[in-house]
């Protein structure tokens, strides 16, 4: 009896994850909206026209030349990082702002103006469009980052697969460890339950066979 109540505790306080696991677990095998969600937004480039003699460099272990609608850029990669420069002087490219930003956002939304629309307002290095579409740009890798509410949505649903359900990682990381130790809890105490109760009804079998 004290199993069957343990078990039935237990149950009782798994009914909330095990709901949130089933239904978030469904939407993770089917995966609908997750292309658009996380669709790889690239900046746009353009076949290179010009030649440029690119010194060599022990520091650099990396070395990209691309043209975007500002002009060519020089990425190159070092032991502290990446570095955007200019291919002709080799000093440190100007971050863009303003209509240079736009430009080149706008530019790289072309490839799909149903989800990104058009540039709608800026904070340094970060965009808002007119479709609700977060987009930061990283100037040292030229690359871009989106986000949108279903983004949101579906890193929501992550959290509450995984019971990450405060604000506080070391807490989310107990509640996962507690969520994990109670589910095979009631799972061994179930078995054990199942084990006990043949055991009671095989005598009675028997018993009847002597009959």
Do not use: C
Request: charged fraction near 20%.
């Amino acid at each position: 009896m004290k199993s069957k109540r343990i078990h039935r505790i237990i149950g009782l306080l798994l009914v909330l994850p095990v709901i949130g696991w089933t239904i978030t677990g469904i939407i993770f095998f089917i995966k609908p909206g997750y292309q658009a969600a996380y669709d790889q937004l690239v900046v746009k480039t353009y076949p290179l026209e010009k030649l440029f003699v690119i010194p060599e460099s022990n520091e650099w272990k990396e070395v990209r030349l691309l043209k975007t609608i500002l002009g060519y850029h020089l990425l190159v990669k070092t032991d502290k990082g990446f570095q955007h420069l200019d291919p002709i002087s080799f000093k440190a490219k100007v971050i863009p702002t303003g209509l240079e930003l736009t430009s080149l956002l706008n530019d790289s939304f072309t490839h799909k103006p149903e989800r990104y629309g058009r540039v709608k307002t800026s904070d340094n290095l970060k965009v808002f469009t007119n479709t609700g579409i977060e987009v930061s740009l990283d100037w040292d890798r030229l690359t871009l980052r989106q986000r949108g509410d279903d983004t949101e949505l579906i890193n929501t649903l992550y959290k509450i697969h995984y019971l990450h359900w405060t604000p506080y990682k070391s807490i989310n990381q107990y509640m996962g460890i507690l969520g994990l130790t109670l589910l095979i809890a009631v799972t061994f105490l179930g078995f054990k339950i199942y084990i006990s109760g043949r055991q009671q009804t095989t005598p009675n079998k028997q018993f009847k066979r002597d009959l």
